[in-house]
């Protein structure tokens, strides 16, 4: 089955400091990813689309500068948050869409920014 | 009326008990249809995907589509203290679309 691998699982950061997070398809190649955020108890929210090759497609509300995405690759996408700060603090999931398996999900990033 | 509305629980029954998990849709343009099983701290790991009416079974789970209704279920025989989690449906229009959709979820506690 197809499989995404999500790094790192969990990372504490200073305010002010950037994160880089990374996904990563390990059996299979992934033209778009999607990045979504959750808040404790909701469920998952889109936050952009990253597509290999071109910038990514962000969802109304969600700041490019902050959340910068890059795939350089197919098998890559990373998730940089910029200038991080407390209200930044949540889980970050990553998924890519394999047509006969449906989406595949991480297994997350929880950043807590002190 | 919201896209996707999933009934949040909490959800409570005995081990060995069936379970019966509902979303219901408002768009008949969703096409896709999956079952993500989500535990605390964890991403979602999917558990069902079909695009037909009807019913497709995978061990102790089966997942349930009427179209015409846009009703979507999924059922958990045999239920154990491991499946406690909260169980996400999500759907999506046709295959050539990424919009993907989540209800709420609801969250499943097994007791042993």
């Known amino acids: 089955g197809a499989v995404v691998s999500q790094h790192p699982s969990w990372v504490i950061c200073k305010s002010g400091t950037s994160v880089k997070i990374e996904c990563r398809s390990l059996?299979?190649?992934?033209?778009?990813m999607f990045w979504y955020r959750q808040f404790p108890k909701q469920s998952l929210m889109l936050m952009a689309t990253?597509?290999?090759?071109?910038?990514?497609?962000?969802e109304q509300g969600v700041e490019k500068d902050k959340f910068l995405i890059n795939h350089a690759s197919l098998t890559l996408s990373t998730l940089t948050v910029t200038s991080a700060h407390p209200e930044d603090s949540s889980f970050y999931i990553c998924?890519?869409?394999?047509?006969?398996?449906?989406?595949?999900f991480g297994s997350g990033t929880r950043l807590t920014v002190v | 009326q919201k896209e996707v509305e999933q009934d949040p629980g909490p959800l409570s029954v005995p081990e060995g008990a069936i379970v019966s998990l509902n979303c219901t849709y408002s768009?008949?343009?969703?096409?896709?249809f999956m079952w993500y099983r989500q535990y605390s701290r964890k991403g979602p790991e999917l558990l069902m995907y079909?695009?037909?009416?009807g019913n497709k079974e995978d061990g102790r789970f089966t997942a349930q589509v009427d179209k015409s209704s846009k009703y979507i279920s999924l059922f958990i025989r045999d239920s154990q203290p491991s499946d406690s989690a909260t169980y996400l449906c999500?759907?999506?229009?046709?295959?050539?679309?990424?919009?993907?959709?989540f209800g709420k979820g609801t969250k499943l506690s097994v007791i042993p």
């Open positions: 768009n008949s343009a969703f096409q896709y």
């Open positions: 990253s597509n290999e090759g071109s910038k990514a497609t962000y």
């Open positions: 059996d299979f190649q992934a033209t778009t």
């Open positions: 079909t695009y037909s009416s």
């Open positions: 999500a759907i999506k229009p046709g295959a050539g679309s990424y919009q993907l959709t």
């Open positions: 998924s890519a869409d394999r047509q006969d398996y449906g989406y595949t």
